[in-house]
C-alpha cells in the first residue's frame, strides 16, 4: 500500500539506462531520479522505487526486477545482466511518501 502524501507534491521522474543498446549477457544499470519541482519547503522525496518489466503494449506488470532506496540526491539504480535479447520496457515506480505522491517513468532497453 502506498503512503498518503500530508502535503500532494507531484514528484517529476525520469529513468535511464547505462548503455542502450546493451549486448547480451552484460550489465546494464537502470537509474531513477525523482525530483520536486514547485516544491515549498524545499523537500526532498523520500523512500523506494520499484523497477519492473512491463507489457510495451499493455503496461501490465510482468516482472518486479527490483526494489531500491532513494539516496540523498533522489536516485536510485540496479545492475543487471539477465535481461533476454530483445526489446523490454522498463518502469521505474516511486512509491511516494508523507509528502509526495506515487509516479512513474518509463524507458525502452534493446538487448542485443
Known amino acids: 500500500m502506498f503512503p498518503l502524501p500530508t502535503m500532494n507534491l507531484v514528484p517529476t521522474m ?3 539506462s547505462s548503455q ?16 520536486a519541482p514547485n516544491n515549498p519547503g524545499n523537500l526532498t522525496p ?3 522505487v ?3 518489466e512491463v507489457n510495451p503494449a499493455t503496461g501490465a506488470n510482468i516482472a518486479l526486477l527490483a526494489t531500491v532506496t532513494l539516496d540523498s540526491s533522489g536516485q536510485a539504480s540496479f545492475t543487471t ?11 521505474a515506480l516511486y512509491l511516494g511518501d508523507s509528502n509526495f505522491m506515487s509516479s512513474f517513468s518509463t524507458f525502452d532497453e534493446m538487448i542485443i
Open 46 to 48: 523520500t523512500r523506494t
Open 50 to 52: 520499484q523497477f519492473w
Open 81 to 91: 545482466s539477465s535481461l533476454n535479447r530483445g526489446s523490454h520496457r522498463i518502469k
Open 14 to 16: 525520469t529513468v535511464e
Open 20 to 35: 542502450n543498446p546493451d549486448p547480451f549477457s552484460n550489465p546494464v544499470t537502470f537509474t531513477a531520479t525523482v525530483t
